[in-house]
C-alpha cells in the first residue's frame, strides 16, 4: 500500500469513493488505479478487509446480486466524511503529490531502461567484434580429415563454437560490469527476442 494511505487514511478515501455512488470492490480498485494514472493499484487483499470493518462499524452497508457484493455509504459513513472533511482536503493534496513523484520516478525509470538498452546493444556489437578479431588473428588448425557429410558437420562445429563464444563473453560482460537488476531484465530480453528470432528461421 502506498505511504499516502498509512495511518488509517485509505478506509478515509474509500468512504469518499462510496459518497460518490454505490461500487463493488473492483471498481472501488480501478477508481485507485486511475486515481494514481495507473502507476498503483490496490490488491482486492487490501480493500475487501477495509470494505469489511466499515461494514461493522456501520459507515458502509452492501448488496449482495450474482454472487458481487455492492457496497454503499451509510447516513452515518457521511457524518464521518463531514467530520474529516480537513483531513480529507489534506488527504488529496497528498495523492497529487505522491502522483507527480511517482510520475517522475517513472520517468527516470523509462529513461534508465533507454540507456541500459543502448548500454547493452554496444556492449554485445562490440563483443562481436572482438570474436572476430580473435578469430581472424588466431592460426587456423590443421585440417582435419573430412568424412561424409562433412559440410553440415562443419557448420555444426562452427555454430557450436559461436554460441560457446557468445555465452562466455556476455556473462563475462554482465559480471564485469555488476549490472543493475533492471538491466539484467532487459538484457534477457534481449536474449529471449534472438531466442525468438532463430525460432522463426527454423519455421
Given amino acids: 500500500m502506498t505511504a499516502v494511505f498509512s495511518h488509517g487514511r485509505l478506509r478515509l478515501y474509500l468512504l469518499k469513493l462510496l459518497d460518490d455512488g454505490p461500487k463493488h470492490g473492483y471498481e472501488l480498485i480501478r477508481l485507485l488505479e486511475d486515481r494514481f494514472l495507473g502507476l498503483y ?23 449482495a446480486a450474482g454472487g458481487r457484493k455492492t457496497y454503499d455509504i451509510t447516513d452515518a459513513g457521511r457524518a464521518e466524511l463531514r467530520q474529516r472533511a480537513g483531513e480529507l ?25 533507454r540507456g541500459s538498452v543502448r548500454d547493452l546493444k554496444r556492449e554485445l556489437s562490440e563483443a562481436t567484434r572482438q570474436t572476430r578479431r580473435t578469430r581472424w588473428e588466431t ?13 553440415h558437420d ?8 559461436r554460441l560457446a563464444a557468445f555465452t562466455t563473453e556476455v556473462g563475462r560482460l554482465v559480471r564485469a560490469r555488476q549490472f543493475s537488476d533492471t538491466q539484467l531484465r532487459t538484457a534477457i530480453r534481449l536474449l529471449d527476442g534472438a531466442l525468438d528470432g532463430l525460432r522463426r528461421l527454423l519455421r
Fill in 89 to 113: 482536503t489534506a488527504l488529496e493534496a497528498d495523492i497529487a503529490a505522491s502522483v507527480a513523484d511517482l510520475s517522475t520516478l517513472a520517468g527516470e525509470i523509462r529513461s534508465e531502461v
Fill in 154 to 161: 562443419v557448420l555444426l562445429d562452427e555454430f557450436d563454437k
Fill in 139 to 151: 592460426p587456423a588448425p590443421p585440417p582435419r580429415p573430412t568424412p561424409a557429410g562433412a559440410p
Fill in 41 to 63: 493499484a490496490p490488491s482486492a487483499g487490501t480493500i475487501y478487509p477495509r470494505l469489511q470493518r466499515l461494514e461493522a462499524e456501520g459507515l458502509v452497508s452492501h448488496t
